[in-house]
């Protein structure tokens, strides 16, 4: 298996950097079920320079368990990334893993994310400049091209791979496609092919089972597989993807439990508070804040289990952290895993805006 930079990886399978979603208590739960890597949501480099509570939450980690750290960032200037990402490494970053694949209006229209698909020697340039600044290994997540007429996958490999970057991640689709149609898996059979093993290729783009994983593999050659979607409410994917069983009810319970009561934590450490307001009614603001927020996580643990859809009535009505301990614990204890209807029979779900 290729290092990335100097870091051997444990497996293969790697979580796939999502916003809203991959923050630390997520990252490290994937982390636990197996995950050999879990990059950090897309980070702004101008955010860096004005740290502020809100960029130091997604700055957090787990040096225990997040071994290595590996923290995206996004932005279109060469010497801005690299300043930020001195920043980064001074909180702990080990790797720094740039979002080329963003196909958000706001991203993109100032060069950043998929923009920098349309300036290949710019985003050659990002790399070059942050190993220097840094010293850390870069590694770089791009689309295929900004749309079909224009894929340059190839292109930019060359380039990417001529300033240093130590793996390169490809969601096989181009900017144009969102995440409709298919991940062409073919066109990451190619890119591994033109790279060989000059550097890793990381290939991603609906994996959503071991056995696509396990295809992936085998039809691209590509030396991980990044899973993003088909790990929302389901880190025990990584488990599987290594040989090991499907979550049993209790479990399942215990570490839905577990992400809530952390990600209460975690937020409230993390708020910003633009008003004045007594601790109490701050501190039951704080709580209603977050319990919206993981709304999204519970539909997604749900998914696909009998009863999902009163069990995400339910939740969506309720707004304090004992309502919901209770629905959960009630919902995932009665789970039987052999009643599960299978996410096919669920129609799919609302992905926010998906930023890759
Ligand atoms: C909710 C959500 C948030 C995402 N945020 C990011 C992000 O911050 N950075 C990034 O590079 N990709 C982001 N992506 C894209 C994923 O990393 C991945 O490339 C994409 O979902 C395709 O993989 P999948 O089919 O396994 O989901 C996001 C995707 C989703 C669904």
New binding site residues.
Partial sequence: MLPIGPHTLRNRFIL??????SEMPFRVLAFEQGAALCPT??ISAQGLFRINTRTLRYLRYDKNVEKPYSL?LFGGEPEVMARAAVIAKEYGAQIIDI?M??PVKKVTKTGAGSGLLCDPPRAGEIVRQIREATGLPVTV?IRTGWEMSSKNYLQMADMLGAAGCAALAM?GRTRAQGYSGK?DWGDIAALKKHVGNAFPIIG????KTVADAVRMLEQTGCDYVM????ALGNPWIFRELLGGPRPTNEERCTLVLRHFRWHLTFSAEARVHREELPPEQRARKDEQQAVHAFRSHLAWYAHGLHGASAFRARVNTVDNKKDIEDALEKFFLGANVDDAVGPESEPELD??T???
């Fill in positions: 796939a950097p999502m916003a809203g979603v949501e897309l995206q979002n694949g963003c997540k969601h991940a991603n783009g609906d994996v899973i993003g979607r088909g992905y926010r998906a930023l890759g």
